[in-house]
Nanobody, 126 residues
Framework: QVRLVESGGGSVQAGGSLRLSCAAS????????MAWFRQAPGKERAFVAA????????DYSESVKDRFTISRDNAENTVSLQMNNLKPEETAVYYC???????????????????WGQGTQVTVSS
């Protein structure tokens, strides 16, 4: 199981940008599809973006497509989320996650991910 630590959260005004990073340690990072999820107060955890093991395929929720970019560096064992034009409704705790099996395709489903970071708070003010 891989250990994940997020960083880069903070407070920003609407329209601003933040870059989240997730550092992985433990087992071989490049064998995992990775994803970002977020959870707003009182709401369920929701898919944001995912990236395949070699970084060749990405998937985004419709609400963040064209504003967020997920990337990874397998040499550095990191996955990042560049977030542009942030909106107040995107205030949430953001989590990175590693999937369960080296044979799975990238997924939007929470159940596909076994390892989770502790989360990083993103607050967007209007």
């Amino acid at each position: 199981q891989v250990r994940l630590v997020e960083s880069g959260g903070g407070s920003v005004q609407a329209g601003g940008s933040l870059r989240l990073s997730c550092a992985a340690s433990g087992q071989t990072f490049s064998t995992y599809n990775m994803a970002w999820f977020r959870q707003a107060p009182g709401k369920e955890r929701a898919f944001v973006a995912a990236i395949s093991r070699n970084g060749g395929r990405m998937d985004y929720s419709e609400s963040v497509k064209d504003r967020f970019t997920i990337s990874r560096d397998n040499a550095e064992n990191t996955v990042s989320l560049q977030m542009n034009n942030l909106k107040p409704e995107e205030t949430a705790v953001y989590y990175c996650a590693a999937d369960r099996s080296p044979t799975l395709p990238i997924s939007r489903l929470i159940g596909a991910y076994r390892s989770w970071g502790q989360g990083t708070q993103v607050t967007v003010s209007s």
